[in-house]
């Protein structure tokens, strides 16, 4: 069985272009996650989709970033447009049931 | 916000050694899971546990939920030089919280 697979796995942007990554889940997970590590700081959840649709987006920093999961399969997450405190590495997870979530190798984007 | 405090933040050690970490916090969680990262990687399950008190083990690893819910901890037993890495415990269901983390470091 395929694992959680993300791209890119680096991207360097400027500050104020736009970004997108993509998530490719666990085939037949219907749970999709995004998290982020910042520089030093905890993994933090960003949010969750249950097939295609938002279950939390509670951890979400602002309206800069926009994740979709269009058909319930991959999902992506933009960043437009980015700031130097969005450098972090994102991690895609997924699962069938909640409490175990299989997680990506994650992307690193560097905001300059 | 919720916040899991793990101990120690790093560790050196000698290869055979057992090694101990544990991960407190200030809520309550129902889930607490352990996972390791590997550089370039991303998080690995290593162990899920769902009942206070509960004392799973996974191989080499060992791990108990606080009867309060609000801890946990993990032991590795005779480490290895692949034991290297961060070990993150997590609580929750859908929304992980994480812990700060343990870099772990074998010295062969």
């Known amino acids: 069985e395929a694992g959680v697979t993300q791209f890119p796995s680096h991207s360097v942007i400027e500050k104020g272009q736009t970004v997108t990554l993509r998530c490719d889940p666990i085939s037949g997970h219907d749970n999709l996650y995004w998290y982020r590590r910042v520089m030093g700081k905890e993994i933090k959840f960003l949010l969750h989709f249950v097939k295609e649709s938002k279950q939390d987006e509670s951890g979400m920093p602002n309206n800069r970033f926009l994740a979709e999961r269009t058909g319930g399969t991959y999902s992506t997450l933009k960043v437009q447009p980015a700031e130097l405190e969005d450098s972090g590495v994102y991690f895609c997870?997924?699962?069938?049931?909640?409490?175990?979530?299989?997680f990506g190798p994650g992307t690193r984007l560097t905001v300059l | 916000g919720q916040q899991l405090n793990q101990s120690p933040q790093s560790m050196f050690i000698q290869e055979g050694e057992d090694v101990s970490m544990n991960c407190t916090s200030s809520?309550?969680?129902?889930?607490w899971l352990w996972y390791k990262q590997d550089p370039g990687e991303g998080p690995v399950l290593l162990i899920a546990l769902y009942k206070a008190g509960e004392l799973t083990s996974n191989g080499r690893l060992t791990a108990q939920f606080g009867i309060t819910r609000k801890d946990s901890f993990l032991n590795i037993s005779a480490s290895i030089p692949s034991d290297v890495g961060i070990y993150f415990c997590a609580g929750g269901g859908n929304k992980l919280t994480f812990g700060t983390g343990t870099q772990l470091k074998v010295e062969l």
């Open positions: 997870a997924s699962s069938r049931s909640p409490n175990e979530q299989f």
């Open positions: 809520s309550i969680f129902n889930t």
